[in-house]
C-alpha cells in the first residue's frame, strides 16, 4: 500500500477549496455554483475543520480580518442577498456553525434529523423527552403560530426578552437550525444595529422537503453525505466525521464501508508524519 504525502492531500484540497488564485469564486452566481459542485460547504473556514468555505474560495486562504471594508467580505453581502431565494440552504448547520447546502443534498441531511412525521408535533415528543429546551420550544411555536419573525419581534412572541434569556434564545435559535426546524430567510433593518435575520420555519419554506426525504434511509444518508465529505478533502479520519455529523462511531464505520465496498474510499491508510490511520479516496 502506497503512503500518500500531506502535499498530496494540500495540492487536492487547493481544488476543492478553489485556493488556487485562477480558481476563485467572484460572484453570487459563481457562489451558487460552487455549493452545487461541492455538496456542502462552511460559510466561514472552521479551525481545525477540513471542510471547504465561501470565505475561503473568494478572498483565499487566509484569517478572515475584522476590518469591515476588506474585500473578501463581499461573500457577507452574497449570503443576505440569497437568505429565501431558494437557490441554496443556509443555516447553523455543522457543529452548529454557518453552512450552505446544495438543495439536492438537503433531503439526506433532513431524513437524518428527528423530523419523523408532522413539523407542528414532532417536536412535542423532543420536549417531553427532555431533549428540546423550554426556549427552544417557546422560540419555534411563535414560528408557528405567528408566522416569519425577524429576531427582535421573535423574542418578544417567545417571551424571551429580558437580559438573562440572551443566551438560552441565542441557544435555542442555534439549537433548531442544528434540528432543521427553523433557518434564516431575509434580513430586517431592526434592532439597535439594524441588521437582524428574519426566521422561518423549514418545512414552510421547504413545503416538498419532508416529502423529498422520506424515502431515504438513514444509512444511504450517511453514505452520501460522507462521499460528499471525502470528495471535497480527500482524506480524513474516522473521527473527523464523527466531530463533524454528530455520528456515533457505529455509524460512521458503516458509511465509510459502504464506500470503501464500492471501491470510492480506502481505509486504514497511512500519510507520512502524521500519526495514526487514514480514510482517503481511492484515486488519491
Request: charged fraction near 25%; proline fraction near 6%.
Amino acid at each position: 500500500m502506497s503512503t500518500l504525502t500531506t502535499e498530496r492531500i494540500q495540492e487536492y484540497r487547493a481544488d476543492t477549496h478553489r485556493t488556487r488564485p485562477g480558481q476563485r469564486v467572484t460572484s453570487k452566481e459563481e457562489a451558487v455554483a460552487f455549493v452545487n459542485e461541492r455538496g456542502f460547504i462552511y460559510f466561514w473556514p472552521i479551525k481545525d475543520v477540513p471542510l471547504p468555505s465561501l470565505w475561503v474560495a473568494a478572498a483565499g486562504d487566509r484569517p478572515v480580518p475584522d476590518e469591515h471594508d476588506d474585500p473578501g467580505h463581499v461573500t457577507w453581502g452574497w449570503k443576505d442577498e440569497l437568505l429565501g431565494a431558494r437557490l441554496w440552504y443556509y443555516a447553523k448547520l455543522l457543529r452548529k456553525r454557518a453552512t450552505i447546502i446544495a438543495l439536492d443534498v438537503v433531503p439526506y441531511f433532513y431524513a437524518l434529523s428527528e423530523n419523523y412525521g408532522v413539523p407542528e408535533e414532532d417536536y412535542l415528543l423532543q420536549y417531553q423527552e427532555g431533549r428540546l429546551t423550554h426556549e427552544a420550544k417557546a422560540v419555534y411555536e411563535a414560528l408557528l403560530t405567528e408566522g416569519p419573525l425577524d429576531t427582535i419581534a421573535l423574542r418578544s412572541a417567545a417571551h424571551l426578552t429580558s437580559q438573562a434569556s440572551n443566551s438560552p434564545f441565542n441557544r435555542a435559535l442555534e439549537t433548531l437550525q442544528a434540528d432543521f426546524r427553523i433557518l434564516p430567510i431575509g434580513v430586517a433593518a431592526a434592532g439597535a444595529w439594524r441588521y437582524a435575520f428574519i426566521y422561518e420555519c423549514v418545512h414552510r419554506h421547504y413545503p416538498n422537503l419532508p416529502e423529498q426525504a422520506r424515502p431515504i434511509r438513514q444509512a444511504e444518508a450517511r453514505r452520501t453525505l460522507a462521499e460528499l465529505y471525502f470528495r471535497s478533502v480527500g482524506a480524513a479520519q474516522a473521527r473527523d466525521l464523527r466531530k463533524l455529523f454528530g455520528w456515533t462511531s457505529p455509524e460512521t464505520a458503516a458509511a465509510v464501508e459502504a464506500l470503501a465496498a464500492a471501491g470510492l474510499v480506502r481505509s486504514g491508510q497511512p500519510i507520512a508524519g502524521l500519526p495514526g490511520e487514514w480514510i482517503a479516496l481511492a484515486k488519491l
